[in-house]
């Protein structure tokens, strides 16, 4: 069964840095955009960071933009996130995704999550 596991959360204080990792198994990776999304309670999945199949071509949305890096390593299958000068107002549920299909396009939507890591950042 196809798996995607995030780590690396925790608490931080705002200003500081934190690194996510998202291990998958069971598809080849390699084939996949990969995304990552984050979630507050009572709010809808928001997502703000994507890697094309080869990470050669990333994106991020404004809220992130030059504070956050999304890179990927395919012979580990995993891809992470390098997050600096971290806010209060990122505190969120983390989570990785794939791509419904593979070499998709941007606009390709994602129906694989993991079960999230829990971003603190206190104030």
């Known amino acids: 069964q196809l798996q995607l596991v995030e780590s690396g959360g925790g608490l931080v204080q705002a200003g500081g840095s934190l690194s996510l990792s998202c291990a998958a198994s069971v598809f080849p990776f390699g084939m996949y955009r990969m995304g990552w999304f984050r979630q507050s309670p009572g709010k809808e999945r928001e997502f703000f960071a994507a890697?094309?199949?080869?990470?050669?071509?990333?994106f991020y949305v404004d809220s992130v933009k030059g504070r956050f890096t999304i890179s990927r390593n395919n012979a580990k299958s995993t891809v992470y996130l390098q997050m600096n000068s971290l806010k209060p107002e990122d505190t969120d549920v983390y989570y990785c995704a794939r791509q419904r299909r593979p070499y998709g396009l941007g606009s390709e939507p994602y129906n694989y999550w993991g079960q999230g890591t829990q971003v603190t950042v206190s104030s």
């Open positions: 890697i094309s199949w080869g990470g050669g071509s990333t």
